[in-house]
């Protein structure tokens, strides 16, 4: 168990439809990224909080959005899904924002919730 | 940008003997990290070994090294004695110093025999 909770675990809905991930961080971290695992991208970064506030954006549609909330959990909301948003949706935690200090800032994983869109 | 290269996409290895993951990177900062992750079947990602740009010596984590070399800007992943657990796909991510994202690589599948 690494420490950082996602549910739910296996999502299967219909296109159109929208739903919501959601990532308890590890306890005293406060960064939460979110990441998106496909067979033809690969890991493509989303989003990162920290503390509560957006530091980071990377390939995030617009019909995507999420959020850090004052006890630090994260949602990620995807909605109008289409086929090509089956994936591997994984929250990551860290202590720090970016990358400074030796080791301090190593990205734990959660399980990942797979999102089957038919 | 950052940008990691995984060469090789898949590889066979006979338990017991040692491994080598190959990943180069490309970034202008001077200060940045070296990170390596394995993915089971089961799909959890798992941090492996870190290496830190100014760190002198090669990282090491039981069976798990990181061949360093800047210069090259290449940080290779050298598993010992493999077992059949190994079995996985790994990734070699970067970030520097002052960024926020990690980036990975497209990963290296590593099928151990028996």
């Known amino acids: 168990d690494s420490g950082v909770t996602q549910t739910p675990k296996h999502l299967i809905t219909a296109t159109g439809q929208r739903v919501t991930l959601r990532c308890s961080p590890r306890s005293g971290d406060l960064s939460v990224y979110w990441y998106q695992q496909s067979l033809d991208q690969g890991l493509q970064f989303l989003i990162q909080?920290?503390?509560?506030?957006?530091?980071a954006k990377g390939n995030i549609l617009e019909r995507f959005s999420a959020q850090q909330f004052p006890d630090l959990h994260s949602e990620l909301n995807l909605s109008s899904l289409e086929l090509g948003d089956s994936a591997l949706y994984f929250c990551a935690s860290s202590w720090g924002a970016t990358g400074t200090g030796t080791g301090a800032n190593v990205l734990t994983f959660g399980a990942g919730s797979r999102l089957t869109v038919l | 940008a950052q940008k990691i290269t995984q060469t090789q996409p898949g590889m066979f290895v006979q338990e017991k003997e040692a491994v080598t993951l190959d990943c180069t990177y490309d970034?202008?900062?001077?200060?940045?990290?070296l990170f390596w992750y394995k993915q089971p079947s089961s799909g959890e990602m798992i941090f492996l070994i870190y290496?830190?740009?100014?760190?002198?010596q090669n990282a090491t984590e039981g069976r798990y090294s990181l061949n360093f070399q800047k210069a090259r800007k290449s940080a290779n992943l050298v598993i010992s004695a493999s077992q059949l657990g190994d079995s996985a796909m790994y990734f070699c991510?970067?970030?520097?110093?002052?960024?926020?994202?990690?980036?990975f690589g497209a990963g290296t599948t590593v099928t151990v025999r028996a």
């Open positions: 991510a970067m970030r520097n110093a002052n960024d926020y994202k990690l980036s």
């Open positions: 909080y920290y503390n509560g506030e957006e530091r």
């Open positions: 970034t202008s900062d001077p200060s940045y990290g």
């Open positions: 290496q830190g740009s100014y760190d002198q």
